[in-house]
Nanobody, 123 residues
Framework: QVELVESGGGSVQAGGSLRLSCAVS????????MAWFRQFPGKEREGVAA????????YYSDAVKGRFTISLDNAKSTVFLQMNSLKPDDTAAYYCALSYSGWWANPANFAYWGRGTQVTVSS
């Protein structure tokens, strides 16, 4: 079994930064992506950033390119999302996820999800 636990969310002023962490445990040997998604109230979950577990290629949504950075620690036990220059439009629940096939930005391809952490950005 795989367990994902997010932390690091909170409230921040526009222009500020937050660093989200996702602790990963269990058998992840066959995974292809570890990713961050976010969900706005009343909206579908959307991809934010992903990292390929085999060779660490990274991918970002257009909305966060240049502001967010995804990374993985040396033990591959924690996925980070460094969020800089935050905007009120970034306010959402953020989730980490693990996939075994398919394109990273499609939520249907992800087999395991964390429970989420709330990020609130005020103007």
């Amino acid at each position: 079994q795989v367990e994902l636990v997010e932390s690091g969310g909170g409230s921040v002023q526009a222009g500020g930064s937050l660093r989200l962490s996702c602790a990963v445990s269990g058998n992840t040997a066959s995974s292809n992506y570890m990713a961050w998604f976010r969900q706005f109230p009343g909206k579908e979950r959307e991809g934010v950033a992903a990292i390929r577990t085999g060779w660490y290629s990274t991918y970002y949504s257009d909305a966060v390119k240049g502001r967010f950075t995804i990374s993985l620690d040396n033990a591959k036990s924690t996925v980070f999302l460094q969020m800089n220059s935050l905007k009120p439009d970034d306010t959402a629940a953020y989730y980490c996820a693990l996939s075994y096939s398919g394109w990273w930005a499609n939520p249907a391809n992800f087999a395991y999800w964390g429970r989420g952490t709330q990020v609130t950005v005020s103007s």
